[in-house]
């Protein structure tokens, strides 16, 4: 069955937003981090953030999207989402949400290997 399944993809203008959400069923909202990942066209799948813990106060934040890029979480709705504000055209990419618990350390979650769980993903075409 699904668990992790992300919508809110699009076309949009360089400096514009858009909001992705990763609705979670089944274990995947139970994991201790809910991360986010993108990979542009011929380009390998990289960290973009992630959210530690059920509160959703430790985020962190890949350097090429800090301070432009937000998560947070909605428990009630069992959703993460990934705010994307001043958008750029490098930032086209099919972008993927992720659950996972095998991490010792918050610098764990920054690789794909410490998730479990993911999504199809959606894509984000920025256009300059």
């Known amino acids: 069955q699904v668990q992790l399944e992300e919508s809110g993809g699009g076309l949009v203008q360089a400096g514009g937003s858009l909001r992705l959400s990763c609705a979670a069923s089944?274990?995947?909202?139970?994991?201790?981090?809910m991360g986010w990942f993108r990979r542009a066209p011929g380009k390998e799948r990289e960290f973009v953030g992630v959210t530690i813990g059920w509160s959703g106060d430790s985020t962190y934040y890949a350097d090429s999207v800090k301070g432009r890029f937000t998560i947070s979480r909605d428990n009630a709705k069992n959703t993460v989402y990934l705010q994307m504000n001043s958008l750029k055209p490098e930032d086209t990419a099919v972008y993927y949400c992720a659950g996972g618990s095998r991490g010792n350390y918050y610098s764990a979650y920054f690789n794909r290997g410490a998730y479990d769980y993911w999504g199809q993903g959606t894509t984000v075409t920025v256009s300059s």
């Open positions: 089944g274990r995947a909202f139970s994991s201790v981090a």
